[in-house]
T-cell receptor, first 116, second 110 residues
Framework: EAGVTQFPSHSVIEKGQTVTLRCDPI?????LYWYRRVMGKEIKFLLH????????ESGMPNNRFLAERTGGTYSTLKVQPAELEDSGVYFC??????????????FGPGTRLLVL | SQKIEQNSEALNIQEGKTATLTCNYT??????LQWYRQDPGRGPVFLLL?????KEKRKERLKVTFDTTLKQSLFHITASQPADSATYLC?????????FGKGTRLHILP
């Protein structure tokens, strides 16, 4: 069974540009999470989808970040316009039905974003 | 706000010995505490979960303890092997919120 996949693995963009990150969860997993790790800091929660609905988006930094999960399958996280402080590693994770954040989450390899 | 402290310095342990990693938190006790392993360039991998009413949990060579009085969890790897070298993260969960520590790098020396 394929794990969580993320695309691209790396992205280097200039300040002010737009970047879209994609996450494909494990097939059949209703729950999809986005996290971010800024260099030198801990992994921080961004938001949680249950199927196509946003269950919790309290961790989204600001309105330059837009997450979608059309059809309840893959998800995209768009940053527009990107700022220097958006640099970091963006992780996606998925878990089976149940919706509780403590249930086993399977993480993708992350997308490394560098904003210059 | 809740803060998590994990040893920021790397921990070097001789192969075959028991490695013990510490996770301390400062505020409210979490309902659940999780431990993850992360290898370079990869996402975290879930290892163990322990509930606030549990004192200890074991899985193969892994053991986790949870002391809500000390506000501390200890993560033990017995009979450590070079393949156990990685960064280990603890995460606290309460009220559907999850907070990660920065992690501790563990090196098992052959």
């Amino acid at each position: 069974e394929a794990g969580v996949t993320q695309f691209p693995s790396h992205s280097v963009i200039e300040k002010g540009q737009t970047v879209t990150l994609r996450c494909d969860p494990i097939s059949g997993h209703d729950n999809l999470y986005w996290y971010r790790r800024v260099m030198g800091k801990e992994i921080k929660f961004l938001l949680h989808f249950v199927k196509e609905s946003k269950q919790d988006e309290s961790g989204m930094p600001n309105n330059r970040f837009l997450a979608e999960r059309t059809g309840g399958t893959y998800s995209t996280l768009k940053v527009q316009p990107a700022e220097l402080e958006d640099s970091g590693v963006y992780f996606c994770a998925s878990s089976q039905a149940g919706g509780r954040i403590q249930e086993t989450q399977y993480f993708g390899p992350g997308t490394r974003l560098l904003v210059l | 706000s809740q803060k998590i402290e994990q040893n920021s310095e790397a921990l070097n342990i001789q192969e075959g010995k028991t490695a013990t990693l510490t996770c301390n938190y400062t505020n409210y006790s979490p309902a659940y505490l999780q431990w993850y392993r992360q290898d370079p360039g990869r996402g975290p991998v879930f290892l163990l979960l322990i509930r606030e009413n549990e004192k200890e949990k074991r899985k193969e060579r892994l053991k986790v303890t949870f002391d809500t009085t000390l506000k501390q969890s200890l993560f033990h790897i017995t009979a450590s092997q070079p393949a156990d070298s990685a960064t280990y993260l603890c995460a606290l969960v309460r009220d559907d919120k999850i907070i990660f520590g920065k992690g501790t790098r563990l090196h098992i020396l052959p």
